[in-house]
């Protein structure tokens, strides 16, 4: 397996298992070709009864609305604290890019309406 091919869990791992490089590579993308094994296939059909659940698709949903009200939050207040601390344009640009992980584009989108 190449180091491409390492799940990122495993990168810094001196010599772990196959099942569980296996097990995390599912993890990491839980397709049906990285079912390698009895034990990928049992949390797999688990997954998938458990994603069945029309509460949980609920739950997840707001869970995930939580999250993106917080991020969008946190986004706001580094522009805002850069901005206050008299930061250079540019340099909040690139550091909000590297710390939300965003495209140029959506950085400076969250500039022009947190500036």
Do not use: C, F, H
Request: proline share 2%; net charge negative; no cysteine.
């Amino acid at each position: 397996m190449a180091k491409a091919d390492v799940p990122l869990g495993l990168q810094a791992i001196g010599n772990p298992s196959q099942e569980l490089k296996d097990m995390l590579k599912y993890i990491e993308k839980s397709t049906a070709e990285n079912i390698t094994n009895g034990d990928i296939a049992s949390v797999s059909e688990l997954v998938d009864k458990v994603k069945k659940r029309r509460e949980v698709g609920i739950n997840y949903m707001k869970s995930w609305e939580v999250e993106q009200i917080a991020r969008e939050e946190s986004i706001r207040k580094t522009i805002s604290i850069l901005k206050n601390l008299d930061v250079a344009k540019a340099t909040v640009i690139e550091k909000v890019m590297e710390q939300y992980e965003l495209t140029e584009d959506a950085t400076i989108e969250k500039i022009s309406l947190y500036w």
